[in-house]
């Protein structure tokens, strides 16, 4: 991780709690459909807003900290030889996993993940019509499509603002008139249908608005309070209005139902950006300085490729041993939440830790034989 970003404990603290937002979502949804109910209806939607949350951060962090980059093709190889060896080799193992187990199972996973061209399309973030292998694979599919847009824009074409505006333009463009070959696919949709689905998904402008929440960190917005218990009563109060936006959600579908496709990521991105300007300074940071926060962050990758399957399996297990009937809803919620984060922090220390060491040494190895050649 890059030093620069340890130097934030809230804003790592952030991305914690955004994994547990979508553990919380996937632990909802297996309690509804193993018990028969939608008494957890409105949980589910947490997912979202966990989802929107981490598009911004992605955003951010990219901004924050290859916004100074000096801009040329050899500072590019190394932010994207960075962004690959940080998202791939785990999404890889933890997708190959999967794979594997769907071979003894056919009841879960659509067809084509089955299938040899499925894996392929997963593993290198095509875009598919049933979506990845991997069940929250979809939004890496967006992360990396970021990536590439923003290697591209500042290390290639050199003119960063005036792509991101233009991709920004058209995005909101198609979501305002709901482009009929946009966001309608089908399981006859054209390989470039999916791609374009995904380039101009509304969800894209998360990755832009937390490009945008750089500048008022790197101004001082923060430093004005003088008083860091008014930092917190912010904080605060912007986590209050998210989960009142996430009840009107999912209570009146206040958002849900407008005709203007980028309105809702919009309503959770500024949201979420005024959280990231808030963790982002020091002095807040220091409340999320502790090994229970830092545990949560680090794992937060882990966490959110794991926990589904974990919830699954657990669910599936209660069920056959008899205890969705003798256990009441809310326990049953918890112990799927609990099951989710312990095999994601497993899965931190197990797979992902030493996967992460051992590229980091072999990169630093090669780098090594180079000078020395």
Known sequence: M????????????????????????????????????????????????????????????????????????????????????????????????????????????????????????????????????????????HEMLFYLIFAVAFYVIKIPKVIFLLWMIFILYFGLNQHSSIGVMSAESSQLSLLLSVLLSPLNLLFLMGLTTTWPIAKGFCDRMKQVRYLHVILFVLVVLMAAVWYLETSYHAFTSSSILWLRPVIYGILSMGILIVAADQRVGQSFSNRFHKLFGDASYSIYLIHYYAITVAAILMTK???????????????????GICAGIVFHYLVEKPLTIWISRKMKMNAARKSVS
């Not at 632990?27 to 939608?38: E, Q």
């Not at 929107?52 to 994207?80: E, P, Q, R, W």
Request: hydrophobic fraction near 50%; charged fraction near 15%; glycine fraction near 8%.
């Open 321 to 339: 041993l008899g205890l969705i009937p003798l256990l009441p809803l809310v326990l049953q919620l918890i112990i799927l939440i609990i099951v």
């Open 2 to 141: 890059n030093n620069r970003q340890d130097k934030l404990p809230g804003v790592h603290a952030m991305r914690g709690y955004a994994a547990l937002l979508v553990v919380f979502c996937h632990a909802a949804d297996a309690t509804n459909r193993y018990t028969n109910t939608t008494s957890l209806k409105w949980l589910v939607e947490g997912g979202f807003v966990g989802v929107c949350f981490f598009f911004v951060l992605s955003g951010f962090i990219m901004s924050y900290i290859h916004g100074a980059d000096d801009k040329n093709i050899t500072t590019g190889k190394v932010f994207a030889l960075k962004r690959i060896t940080r998202v791939v080799p785990i999404y890889w193992v933890t997708t190959l996993l999967i794979f594997v187990a769907l071979q003894f199972n056919s009841e879960f996973g659509a067809e084509s993940h089955h299938s040899f061209k499925g894996l392929i399309h997963s593993l290198f973030f095509v875009p598919m019509f049933d979506g990845p292998i991997l069940r929250v694979g979809w939004t890496l599919v």
